[in-house]
């Protein structure tokens, strides 16, 4: 990583004013190709959140860093390591990591390029949301979101990883959105700012953001949870 490169995170949070549907749908795109590159490799990234999708200031690309990190060695045998709002609710509950997770973890990253907002920014994360997770609780879908878009997404975190699609779906299925933006000049304009989200976001939203600590893989040690289930609610 250079020092002239810079995180998803920070970029959306320094350009999500100015940035279209036409960009994000870009980005999105982007990212995809590169776990599909990962997957191509029958390999699984494992960690996948905003903080290691990187712009590289200098070719004016984006691109996946730390690729196939496992975590810690050392780690306990009933802990997971990662992000936990970009943790598959499998793996939460203590199944091992496959390619289906890091779909999963592309559905989180869809939803903060919509949003601008990292996935579940005002919740601790500790077994509380670990258990929301597990319960089918999911980000509420910003106001404006495509819809093919949107369901996309929701396809991605779906519990069932046998409903989410592969990596090459993935990657015709934003082709093809970002084919008709191309075509619709309307889409050249700034997002306005109606986030729709939880009620309780308010004023600590900005702190949470900056909070880099919050937003940074470490080891999650849960015992005794659930299966995850298979309906969807949307984040309270």
């Known amino acids: 990583m250079s020092k002239e490169d810079i995180d998803l995170r920070k970029y959306l949070q320094q350009n999500q004013n100015q940035l279209t549907w036409k960009e994000k749908i870009q980005i999105t795109y982007k990212i995809v190709v590169a776990l599909n590159a990962i997957h191509y490799e029958k390999a699984i990234h494992r960690d996948l959140h905003s903080g290691n999708i990187l712009y ?3 070719y004016q690309d ?4 730390d690729f196939g990190f496992c975590g810690p060695v050392d780690k306990p045998s009933t802990s997971i390591y990662g992000n936990l709002p970009y943790i598959a609710p499998e793996v939460i509950a203590g199944k091992n990591t496959t390619i289906a997770s890091d779909i999963y973890s592309i559905a989180m990253l869809m939803w903060e390029i919509s949003s601008g907002q990292p996935p579940f920014n005002n919740y601790k994360h500790d077994y509380y949301l670990a258990m929301n997770i597990i319960n089918g609780i999911r980000p509420r879908i910003v106001s404006g979101t ?6 996309l997404m929701k396809q991605c975190w779906d519990a069932d990883i046998s409903k989410r699609p592969n990596i090459y779906t993935i990657v015709d299925e934003i082709r093809e959105i970002q084919r008709s933006y191309y075509q619709d000049i309307q889409n050249e304009l700034p ?3 109606h986030y729709n989200l939880e ?3 308010g004023n600590n939203f900005k ?3 900056i909070n880099s600590k919050l937003f940074t893989s470490k080891i999650h040690q849960f ?3 659930p299966e ?3 309906q969807q609610k949307v984040q309270i």
């Open 199 to 201: 009620n309780n976001v």
């Open 56 to 58: 590289s200031q200098f």
């Open 146 to 151: 495509p819809i093919k878009y949107k369901n």
């Open 207 to 209: 702190a949470n953001y």
């Open 191 to 193: 997002q306005q700012k």
């Open 62 to 65: 984006w691109y996946i860093s």
């Open 223 to 225: 015992e005794n949870l």
């Open 228 to 230: 995850p289930k298979m």
